[in-house]
Antibody, heavy 118, light 108 residues
Framework: QVTLRESGPALVKPTQTLTLTCTFSGFSLSTSGMCVSWIRQPPGKALEWLARIDWDDDKYYSTSLKTRLTISKDTSKNQVVLTMTNMDPVDTATYYC??????????WGQGTLVTVSS | DIQMTQSPSTLSASVGDRVTITCRASQSISSWLAWYQQKPGKAPKLLIYKASSLESGVPSRFSGSGSGTEFTLTISSLQPDDFATYYCQQYNSYSPLPFGQGTRLEIK
């Protein structure tokens, strides 16, 4: 059974760095073709793709956010970590991690709401 | 970068109606398209992949078609549980903008 779960702070202050962890089970990120992505959704708005890390440690980032994002994995712990620097109120959103092995996202975490406010 | 455009943004329909949502890609993506359903407060749920393949467990009233740059998601007979927001996603090639902007399906 595949599951993913996001964890991290619910509230961060402007200019702070956000660190989110996606802890998963039921698959291995060392399996060829496997990927985990981070996707966010501001309240009432559309899905926005942020970053992806592949089984071979290739990494991809949103063009508009790439200077602020870092994605990494710990295969032994079944975790993917996303850091986003210099947080702003416009970054308030629900952050999801999701799995893909053929391009589409077949499993998603339940999401974690991050509010940026002083 | 490939961009995905959905239409309409909002669709009003009644239970039993047949509805179609369109997704257009800014360049050809072959059949590398997925559709998701999202309900308020929930993560998106995969409905369709490879443009027309139904994900396991998804009711057969959902169907997808298209290739190249134009794709459709059709619900043959709307059920009360189908009122939600729908997103398309391309995975033909790496793009930082893989999702459409969403189509909200509301009760008429």
């Amino acid at each position: 059974q595949v599951t993913l779960r996001e964890s991290g702070p619910a509230l961060v202050k402007p200019t702070q760095t956000l660190t989110l962890t996606c802890t998963f089970s039921g698959f291995s990120l060392s399996t060829s073709g496997m990927c985990v992505s981070w996707i966010r959704q501001p309240p009432g708005k559309a899905l926005e793709w942020l970053a992806r890390i592949d089984w071979d440690d290739d990494k991809y980032y949103s063009t508009s956010l790439k200077t602020r994002l870092t994605i990494s994995k710990d295969t032994s712990k079944n975790q993917v970590v996303l850091t986003m620097t210099n947080m702003d109120p416009v970054d308030t959103a629900t952050y999801y991690c999701a799995r893909s092995d053929s391009g589409w996202y077949d499993y998603w975490g339940q999401g974690t709401l991050v509010t940026v406010s002083s | 970068d490939i961009q995905m455009t959905q239409s309409p943004s909002t669709l009003s329909a009644s239970v039993g109606d047949r509805v179609t949502i369109t997704c257009r890609a800014s360049q050809s993506i072959s059949s590398w398209l997925a559709w998701y359903q999202q309900k308020p407060g929930k993560a998106p749920k995969l409905l369709i992949y490879k443009a027309s393949s139904l994900e396991s467990g998804v009711p057969s009233r959902f169907s997808g078609s298209g290739s190249g740059t134009e794709f459709t998601l059709t619900i043959s007979s709307l059920q009360p549980d189908d009122f939600a927001t729908y997103y398309c996603q391309q995975y033909n090639s790496y793009s930082p903008l893989p999702f459409g902007q969403g189509t909200r399906l509301e009760i008429k």
